[in-house]
């Protein structure tokens, strides 16, 4: 029994260290211009996605999603943007899903007779 508890344990720690970090507005702002790619995924992880921009420019975007009653209520889009493997910009874009949209939750309707 102890060697099932010990390896459950195991396992769950392995699994949950494994996850990637959740950048905030906290994380993002802690990200200086000039610092290097290496740095920012020292500070915020792995992006979510990295996109080829143009002569020597990239951008790194991670998104983070604000939740209440399970449903995404909001989505906010970090975008890193380097020249020269260095941070030259920051934008945050902020999207919020449509009502009719909700994590694929059908609405029901009502008709009058």
Request: glycine share 8%; hydrophobic share 35%.
């Amino acid at each position: 029994m102890k060697k099932r508890n010990s390896f459950i344990f195991v396992f769950l720690f392995l699994l949950l260290s494994c996850g990637h970090r959740v950048v905030t507005m906290q994380t993002f702002s802690d990200i200086p211009l000039g610092a290097t790619q290496t740095e920012v995924k020292e500070i915020a992880g792995k992006p979510v996605q990295i996109k080829k921009i143009g002569n020597n420019m990239e951008e790194y975007i991670y998104i983070e999603r604000l939740y209440a009653n399970g449903m995404t209520q909001e989505e906010r889009h970090y975008v890193i943007r380097f020249r020269n493997g260095r941070v030259c910009g920051k934008d945050l874009r902020q999207e919020s899903p449509s009502p009719f949209q909700r994590d694929g939750i059908d609405i029901q309707t009502s008709s009058t007779n």
